[in-house]
């Protein structure tokens, strides 16, 4: 089984503002650190709805993420990381079938690409807290992440302790 990490959607302007996305930050460097000292394989994804996105700085990968330059970055227009992306093909040409998922935002993209991977057959592992969002009309951040968290668990993914994500 080959693992992957998949940082999804950090970007400067959701990382700013979303809920407690220092302590995601901290738990997604935790994780790069794991990965790369393990030689697992860390590939980004970066929501572009429009051509011109590319250019704005609000919607750049975010330097936290202190991204290596060999490292892919895979860009998308819709929720899932897979619709109109080469991320399948590439993952099944590396024989890739366990993902950690992580990042922004829980309801939309996270929620998408771990339904649509359990479609896919990939095993998953979403890491607990390292995936967040921003309060919604009827919601706080922290519900939706929480309600989430246990629809993913055991359904779809395993939530699993950050720190015991390469173990």
Not at 85 to 113: F, H
Not at 127 to 156: C, M, V
Request: overall charge negative; charged content about 30%.
């Amino acid at each position: 089984m080959k693992t992957a990490l998949i940082i999804i959607d950090v970007q400067n302007i959701l990382v700013e503002t979303g809920f407690q996305s220092n302590k995601m930050m901290d738990k997604i460097s935790f994780l790069q650190h794991q990965a790369r000292s393990k030689g697992i394989e860390i590939l980004y994804i970066q929501h572009m709805e429009n051509p011109e996105d590319s250019a704005l700085e609000d919607w750049q990968l975010s330097p936290l993420l202190n991204r290596k330059s060999d490292e892919k970055v895979f860009q998308k227009k819709y929720n899932s990381i897979f619709k109109e992306t080469a991320l399948k093909d590439y993952l099944d040409k590396e024989d890739i079938d366990r993902l950690v998922l992580c990042g922004m935002q829980t309801e939309y993209c996270i929620d998408a690409s771990v339904k649509v991977g359990f479609e896919f057959d990939y095993k998953l592992v979403i890491p607990e807290g390292a995936f967040t969002t921003f309060d919604g009309e009827d919601a706080s951040a922290e519900k939706i992440n929480t309600f989430y968290q246990k629809i993913w668990d055991g359904r779809f993914a395993k939530v699993l302790d950050y720190k015991n994500i390469f173990n």
